[in-house]
């Protein structure tokens, strides 16, 4: 089974701060997929990154970046000088490769960014 | 990029009756979907599998005869909440996978709101 913790539940900074949110996870098979959401008030999910088990490389998109360990399991994401927009819940999840494509997402639970003005 | 829907946005009923979601790939044939509910500032959980011509397979806990899903076609998948009751109140979101060439990526739909009263 698998399993992903975020274990902030929810973060507070002021406007133009970085931030880091974390994700841990937990699986037994060598290929899998690693991803970040954001679901603002409305509740549609916004996709933000995929990443596959075999590539460990960081990656950088604008304000965003992430660091891939899998000496830690981890799968962090650091919002560089935050904006009230990137207010909302940001949802790591994984999903495993069972031969015939990757399965559901297993999502952690999320932890709830506000960025004050 | 690629396009799921979902019909109805949201949904009221009453105690009793049974509602159906669609879930459609607008641009891209899916034969495999999944179906997933979010409580009320909670997270994601995958509730089945849906594969096209065959029978759902279930999460552990999710009981079939009470959430049926049908994936006739290649762009369409249903669940029907069957004699639904206010504790069924949730948001519940679809994915599709698309594995036409070498991909295999999964794209969310914009989430129905149900509303059991």
């Known amino acids: 089974a698998q399993k992903v913790t975020q274990a902030q539940t929810e973060i507070s900074v002021v406007e133009k701060e970085d931030v880091t949110l974390d994700c841990v996870y937990e699986?037994?098979?060598?290929?899998?997929?690693l991803f970040w959401y954001k679901q603002p008030p409305s509740g549609e999910l916004v996709f933000l990154i995929r990443r596959n088990s075999f590539d460990e490389q960081n990656e950088i998109s604008g304000r965003y970046s992430w660091n891939f360990q899998k000496s830690t399991s981890s799968f962090n994401f650091t919002i560089t000088a935050s904006q009230v927009v990137d207010s909302a819940v940001y949802f790591c999840?994984?999903?495993?490769?069972?031969?015939?494509?990757?399965?559901?997402?297993?999502f952690g639970k999320g932890t709830h960014l506000i960025i004050q003005p | 990029g690629a396009v799921v829907s979902q019909h109805p946005s949201w949904v009221i009923c009453k105690s009793g009756t049974s509602v159906k979601i669609e879930c459609r790939s607008l641009?891209?044939?899916?034969?495999?979907m999944f179906w997933y509910r979010q409580f009320p500032k909670q997270s994601l959980m995958l509730m089945a599998t849906?594969?096209?011509?065959?029978?759902?397979?279930?999460e552990q806990g999710v009981e079939k005869d009470k959430f049926l899903i049908n994936h006739a076609s290649l762009t369409l998948s249903t669940l029907t909440v069957t004699s639904a009751h206010p504790e069924d109140s949730s948001f519940y979101i679809c994915?599709?996978?698309?594995?036409?060439?070498?991909?295999?990526?999964?794209?969310f739909g914009p989430g129905t709101r149900l509303t059991v009263l």
């Open positions: 849906s594969n096209e011509g065959s029978k759902a397979t279930y």
């Open positions: 999840a994984l999903s495993v490769w069972s031969g015939g494509g990757a399965d559901g997402l297993t």
């Open positions: 699986t037994r098979d060598t290929t899998y997929y």
């Open positions: 641009d891209f044939q899916a034969t495999t």
């Open positions: 994915s599709a996978r698309d594995r036409a060439g070498e991909k295999d990526e999964q794209f």
